[in-house]
């Protein structure tokens, strides 16, 4: 079993016969215009060409900033790499040791958004949320080509709630309610519950303090 | 009289000794081979145009490689500042042959710019010539994680040679890597030297720097 190291076969329009996501040819989870970009981009033609998944990390290790596509319409690597994932398509073990492992940040960032385009909306829950812990801080290639600053946890939840991200509009993920009420999601729990309830606590004990005063008066007037 | 075998210095031989001596054996061999080949071809082109369609030669593909992903980056700046004597006429020729531009070996052609060149090295044509496949080997679970790890050590590698500040330190680690440069060339002149007839080496000394390629 073997890639082919060009995606020739992958972008032919007239007929892929190739592995589905969605039912659909997996290099039309991105849009087509950025795909065009990608497949004209210096990068994708020298760094993509003949890597396989463990030769792509080397690719992801050097990646310094995430986004879609920046200047004159120019992808930056990070969507680069999403095409290869499309066409290399690796088994979920690889995914998530790409998801999972703590050294390479950006890395971390390709995986979720590959979760968040090929998983089931079932699995990018379950997945995907153990990251909003994630605190890591990322570059992100704006569309006039600035950076700007997000963090792990920031982008997930991006990739959680909204319906474009990095020049990509995302598969509709139903929303965490209807799948907790079909029961194939557990509650979510906050790591922040504590903190909240606490706040409320502390919240509700100072109203009742400042107000106990004009309580007592009032009941005594 | 001396025997019309023998010359003057007594060695056994005719007048045309000096002729190259073909072995003729080998070449009818050859040469049946070649004939028995194109015989096959032809048939196969012929076959082809009766049903239709163009025939195509079939590539060996039993002894290619796999294609393997670039270790570096392709270095497009390398002859940046430097002059080059090109064979005129041949360069104002398409691509066939060497001229003014990127230059690929393997299959003898030439480009005017990356984009071109980075095309046709991701060409079938290329990969066919440097018997490479265009497949590219699957890598498992654990080539995976042994990948990580490597670049990991890597990483740490290279920011433990960054975070170098003592100076001394620094100074004497250049020294040292500008000496094995030198030693480097210094085995270059002299493995040149060896080469050529007397060991007296080239009467123009090339030198690297000076960015002129004879």
Redesign the interface.
Known sequence: MAHQADARRMLDDRGYTGQTIHDTNPAHLLEKAVRDRIIDSYYWKEQCFGINEATLCDRAVDMTFIGGTYGQQKPTPFLCLMLKLLQLLPPREIVLEYLHQREFKYLTALAAFYVRLTFSSVDVYKTLEPLLEDYRKLRRRTKDGGYALVYLDQFVDDLLTKERVCGTSLRKLPARQVLEDLDQLEERVSPLSEELEGLDDSDDNERNGTTNGHDEESDSG | MADSKSNAYGTNTSDTSFRKTWDKAEYTEKARAREAQEREEGKARYEAKLQGKKYYKSSDTTTAK?????AN??NVAANVGKTMLVPAGVAAVGKRGRGAGFYCADCDLTFKD??QL??H??SKQH?TNVGES??????T?E??????EY??QK?EEDRKELNLVDLQERIKRREDEEETKREEKRRKRREKRRKTEGGVGHNVEEDEESGIIC
């Open positions: 796999q294609t393997e992903s670039r980056r392709l990356n984009i980075v095309d090295l991701n990969l265009g497949e590219v080997g699957r890598a679970l080539e995976v994680r042994a990948r990580l670049l990991k990483r």
